[in-house]
């Protein structure tokens, strides 16, 4: 079983929908929590970074980390079809600069 | 600005043969850090380098991988004698300092072994 856990999808939904994106982890020394969008033959891009339990909200984007049932997620409200991509979970120990990736799930925005 | 720029962005090699890699960071950037990104997976970390000096290399997955940042900028990923499993994509990525600060990535390089 690995460290970081990521249905890849692929996740397909209508324009304007409410995503869902998950991810589940085993380490509980895991306290940077991240997720980054990746568009195709891209780099990933940080989306959001959030520190220990706790909500964080940003535009469209909010992340939620729930520290005792070892899962995050990221919800993208008012979907776009320039949301479509690969969004990869990301979570690192404290004081640690390596981060442990998620395999990423891939959604699509139909217009 | 630019971004971190890395070259060249496709690459077919022979099994065996010897490929060079190069990651250009931001300008700046104290912190570069290499990653392996297999079809379907999420990035994987190779090494980290804080100026020049390499300071983890404990994601290389063999002595055929080898990086060097020799003046604290320009990077280079060599990996001899190419193995298929080697196939993937290498991404780059610099940081304004090191830790825990925000990663910024290169577009990668596809490496494909035949």
């Known amino acids: 079983q690995k460290e970081v856990e990521q249905d890849p999808g692929p996740l397909s939904v209508p324009e304007g929908a409410i995503v869902s994106l998950n991810c589940t982890y085993s380490?509980?020394?895991?306290?940077?929590f991240m997720w980054y969008r990746q568009y195709s033959r891209k780099g990933p891009e940080l989306l959001m970074y959030t520190y220990s339990s706790g909500n964080k909200e940003d535009g469209r984007f909010t992340a939620q980390v729930d520290k005792s049932s070892k899962y995050i997620s990221l919800f993208i409200r008012d979907s776009q079809p320039s949301d479509s991509a690969t969004y990869l979970c990301?979570?690192?120990?404290?004081?640690?600069?390596?981060?442990?990736f998620g395999r990423g799930t891939s959604l699509i925005v139909h217009p | 600005g630019a971004g971190v720029s890395q070259s060249p962005r496709y690459k077919v090699a022979k099994r065996g043969q010897d490929v060079a890699l190069r990651c250009d960071p931001i300008?700046?950037?104290?912190?570069l850090f290499w990653y392996q990104q297999a079809l379907g997976q999420g990035p994987e970390f190779l090494t980290y380098?804080?100026?020049?000096?390499?300071?983890?290399k404990s994601g290389l997955p063999s002595d055929r991988f080898f990086a060097e940042r020799p003046e604290g900028s320009v990077s280079t990923l060599k990996i001899q004698r190419t193995q298929q499993e080697d196939s993937a994509v290498y991404l780059c990525?610099?940081?304004?300092?090191?830790?825990?600060?925000?990663?910024?990535f290169g577009p990668g390089t596809r490496l494909t072994v035949l």
């Open positions: 380098f804080q100026n020049e000096a390499q300071l983890d």
């Open positions: 990525a610099s940081s304004l300092d090191g830790s825990t600060d925000t990663q910024y």
């Open positions: 380490n509980s020394a895991f306290q940077y």
């Open positions: 990301a979570m690192s120990e404290g004081g640690s600069y390596i981060p442990t």
């Open positions: 300008s700046g950037h104290v912190s």
